[in-house]
């Protein structure tokens, strides 16, 4: 249960942000989030809620993009979307795909600010 | 009041990463070849190491720092192989980060190792998210465990860049497929090289010697391997 750390990782990069433009109310954050990243969306928005309370972000709300695994494969020279992390293989042609181009995405993309 | 929406696009454990990469040139500068070991609790992970350094302490230098929750006791035990230990205690954090292994190596001297080993917290999950500047990732299993644990975890194993099977002179005991288990391996991280070997009876910890070996040369000549995010 790394999430809480994750969370207070996502609040930190958002406080700075809200100093960075002289307080400013932040009233969404957006994350992108992949398959490969090791965090689960549900137990993170449970521990976001958590970790919120005590700061000056404690109405902001978290926006989770998920974002499929997205292979490269060899063998059709294309990229290709992967739908589970247990079978990395082209759902084309049945090669595996060890050439992750996308799924360990774990970054906050954009801030909703009040103007 | 309206609001308006703002691009940031910030790694979300950038902190971790910055010190990782640091931490990762100065692994390389002091030509030492630092191996992570990740794995469930019980798999066997401190017997494997403890092993791997009485293997390694005649011909080369080397020494490991471990990660717990709670107590020192892996610390204590791999003291018997007369190399250098650490511990980490991580409290209630469930993996190790970048930040305690670069606290944790403040008063040793890296340049005087050729080996270094960190053995992470016990968990298949957390570890997954954090790069600790090692050149190599080994993820282990035990055959005790069941020959799906790869499908149960696949982003920890597709971080890694060799699976170990432990426990192999139990196999027969457990009834352990190991096809099933090498399929499951490979289905989540194709091409990932697999050692099957026992601590306790020795089956195999030549094949691990070896690839440790080869590591060490591609530390040596600078080529680093490592697919580690």
């Known amino acids: 249960m790394h999430e809480l750390s994750i969370a207070m990782s996502v609040l930190d990069i958002a406080a700075d942000e809200a100093e960075r433009r002289n307080g400013a109310n932040i009233t969404a954050i957006h994350i992108k989030l992949g398959p490969l990243s090791g965090v689960i969306p549900q137990a993170l928005v449970s521990a976001f809620d958590l970790a919120r309370e005590t700061t000056p972000q404690a109405g902001c709300i978290l926006v989770i993009e998920e974002v499929p695994i997205i292979a490269y494969c060899e063998h059709c020279q294309a990229s290709r979307s992967i739908e589970s992390p247990q079978w990395l293989c082209c759902p084309e042609c049945g090669a595996p795909t060890a050439k992750i181009e996308q799924g360990r995405e774990l970054e906050v993309t954009a801030l909703e600010i009040e103007a | ?229």
């Open chain 2, 1 to 229: 009041m309206s609001t308006r929406l703002v691009e940031v696009r910030t790694k979300i454990l950038k902190h971790n990463d910055v010190v990782a990469r640091e931490l990762r040139q100065r692994f390389e500068e002091a030509d030492v070849c630092v191996v992570s070991l990740v794995s469930s609790p019980g798999s066997g992970k401190t017997a494997f190491l403890e092993s791997t350094l009485k293997m390694l302490r005649d011909q080369y230098r080397v020494a490991a720092v471990v990660g717990d929750l709670a107590t020192d006791n892996d610390a204590n035990r791999l003291a018997r192989a007369n190399v250098p230990i650490k511990q980490i205690t991580t409290g209630t954090v469930c993996h190790l980060e970048a930040e305690m292994v670069r606290h944790s190596l403040e008063d040793w001297n890296i340049n005087e190792l050729d080996f270094l080993f960190i053995e992470n917290v016990g968990n298949l999950v957390c570890p997954s998210a954090y790069d600790l500047g090692e050149q190599s990732r080994a993820v282990l299993f035990s055959v005790t465990e069941g020959e799906d644990k790869p499908l149960k975890y696949p982003t920890i194993f597709n971080t890694g860049d060799v699976a170990i099977i432990t426990k192999m002179d139990l196999a027969t005991a457990v009834d352990f497929d190991r096809d099933a288990a090498r399929g499951n391996i490979l289905a989540v991280r194709p091409g990932m090289r697999i050692i099957e070997l026992s601590s306790k009876s020795g089956i195999g910890m030549e094949a691990w010697l070896e690839f440790l070996k080869a590591q060490r040369n591609a530390t040596k000549q600078g080529i680093l391997t490592s697919t580690t995010i």
